[in-house]
């Protein structure tokens, strides 16, 4: 698939310093202009006002990443100084504020993760990568927009953007335009942009030895492809069942269906940063209320009751949403260790499917 850029911290990082380095050269040529009397596009702020938001995003998501902030952000604001600082002063603040979230980026561990509230309350440093990217992205056209100069990102970071934080948009031919669009700044012949948008980092479920860390477009596609996803795998991982359900999500990113809550999950544990398996959903709730579940080991990690845990813990966040009443999961007759699984995360057995060739159905259901 185009255009997903690739995984890791380096990675993140140059995408960064890219996309703020062309953002700077195409708004230098009007650096002797007075951006404060200058509406930026679409926004209500002037064009010094804009570009200080990106400085302080930028800023702000490197704080969030390196101090790992838990719940809320830090308590510091971060503006231009002086306060009538022209927009030369403003790109370097720009490029300061890029060089910080790419350090960032960087020199955290993979496991990472800082309070954002956009909406599953964390990010890791891909998913701050892709937001400070977005920001220069998004302002820079807007404040080209407003002082007339032409501006067009290449089509890498753009696809970065979309694949990791509007993972529920189909991409397009266009990864920019689809940019655009998403955001309100542009809309197809004949419709009204939108007016109400928002992005999605990877969602995260606790358990008590094992996060479930929702996989992102990227990292499936990678598992998907033979690779390991991003992640430190235990011997014999990533399982054969943990490539099918990455591919299902690649899938449903391409035709725009992808629910990033309602994707597949790494299994990865605490003490050691260490995939064992994954588990997901074979997509969102359908109009009864009903969600399937699939999970996969790695044959290593068998027999811990890693497989009981992360069951235990999704199956109660599906079940805590209002759209889900009942949490299914299907195995053959012949797997007594998944069926042991199932009945110790408090399934019951309801029936077979004959048309799967006897199939044996759990559920768990809600309150």
Not at 2 to 11: E, Q
Not at 196 to 215: C, M, Q, S
Not at 272 to 281: E, K, L, Y
Not at 352 to 357: A, F, T
Request: charged share 25%; with cysteine; hydrophobic share 45%.
């Amino acid at each position: 698939m185009r255009n997903l850029g690739a995984l890791g911290g380096d990675a993140a990082a140059r995408t960064v310093t890219d996309a703020v380095a062309e953002a700077v050269a195409a708004l230098r040529p009007a650096v002797d202009r007075d951006w404060s009397a200058v509406r930026a596009g679409r926004v209500e702020w002037d064009c010094l006002r804009t570009a200080e938001h990106v400085v302080s995003d930028l800023f702000a998501y490197a704080t969030q990443l390196v101090t790992r902030a838990p719940d809320a952000y830090r308590p510091v604001e971060y503006v231009l100084n002086p306060p009538d600082a022209g927009a030369g002063s403003a790109l370097e603040a720009i490029e300061a504020g890029g060089a910080m979230l790419a350090l960032a980026c960087r020199t955290v561990p993979r496991s990472a993760r800082g309070f954002h509230p956009a909406p599953f309350l964390s990010a890791g440093r891909e998913g701050f990568a892709a937001m400070g990217v977005a920001e220069v992205l998004l302002h820079t056209h807007d404040i080209a927009e407003g002082l007339g100069i032409a501006y067009r990102p290449s089509e890498e970071p753009c696809g970065y953007v979309l694949a990791r934080i509007f993972p529920h948009l189909a991409p397009g031919e266009d990864p920019w335009r689809t940019l655009l669009r998403a955001t309100g700044r542009e809309a197809p012949p004949g419709e009204e942009p939108v007016t109400v948008w928002r992005w999605y980092n990877d969602p995260l479920i606790e358990a008590e030895r094992l996060t479930l860390e929702g996989l992102t477009v990227p990292a499936a596609a990678d598992l998907a492809l033979g690779g390991d996803g991003g992640l430190d795998w235990v011997d014999g991982g990533p399982f054969d069942g943990t490539r099918e359900g990455a591919g299902l999500v690649v899938a449903a990113y391409g035709k725009g269906a992808f629910r990033p809550e309602w994707g597949s999950y790494a299994l990865v544990r605490r003490e050691d940063d260490r995939a064992v398996g994954s588990m997901g959903f074979h997509g969102p709730p359908d109009a009864e209320g009903r969600v399937e579940i699939g999970y996969d080991l790695a044959t290593a990690a068998r027999g811990q009751g890693y497989a009981t845990e992360a069951l235990r813990a999704l199956a109660a966040w599906a079940l805590a949403q209002e759209s889900v009443g009942t949490v299914t999961a299907r195995v053959d007759p012949g797997n007594a260790a998944s069926r042991r699984v199932l009945e110790r995360a408090g399934f019951l057995r309801t029936g077979h499917l004959e048309e799967d060739g006897g199939v044996l159905v759990f559920e768990r259901r809600g309150d």
